[in-house]
């Protein structure tokens, strides 16, 4: 069984650490890439940056199918905007943001190159949620996170009720 990681939780200052590209495809990344997939089934999410389980490489892990059947592993992922004016609008959850969605608008059309476990790469024209997903966990390798995208009011009361639930537990 794999290693259960610990998710850190919004405003936890170590998500605003910039990843490292990943220049070693060995054992210990594969590893990695499963605890990680194991930490979001276990924790019911769609999408994991390594960030948020506190190893600062550009890794992402996510499943968007239904059957939770479809692991897939995005190394030093980078992509580019192919229409600024074509959006996608989808209300986003995060893991690091528990009990909170909002709606956010990305670009859709983009061209996406990334490295798969062994270090071959790929390169593909995302439709739909995996374009904004894969945008969000992005954000997550550049320390950004989803509530920079809304009013600093809100954050700031997002902010305030995570601290506060989570000092009851
Ligand atoms: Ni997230």
């Given at each position: 069984m794999p290693e259960k990681l610990k998710i850190l939780i919004f405003p936890d200052p170590r998500l605003r650490k910039v990843a490292k590209k990943v220049t070693k495809f060995d054992k210990s990344l594969k590893k990695l890439a499963d605890a990680m997939l194991h930490t979001m089934y276990d924790a019911n999410g769609i999408g994991l940056a390594a960030t948020q389980v506190d190893r600062h490489l550009r890794l992402i892990v996510m499943d968007l199918s239904e059957n939770k059947d479809d692991p897939r592993v995005f190394i030093n992922p980078t992509y580019k905007i192919l229409d600024n004016h074509?959006?996608?609008?989808?209300?986003?959850?995060?893991?690091s943001i528990p009990g909170f969605n909002e709606l956010i608008s990305r670009p859709d059309k983009i061209d996406l190159k990334w490295q798969d476990l062994d270090g071959n790469e790929h390169n593909d024209k995302p439709e739909g949620l995996l374009t904004v997903c894969i945008q969000h966990e992005i954000d997550h390798l550049e320390g950004k996170l989803m509530v920079d995208y809304i009013s600093s009011l809100k954050r700031d009361r997002i902010r305030k009720k995570i601290i506060r639930d989570f000092k009851r537990k």
């Open positions: 074509s959006l996608y609008e989808f209300e986003e959850g995060c893991l």
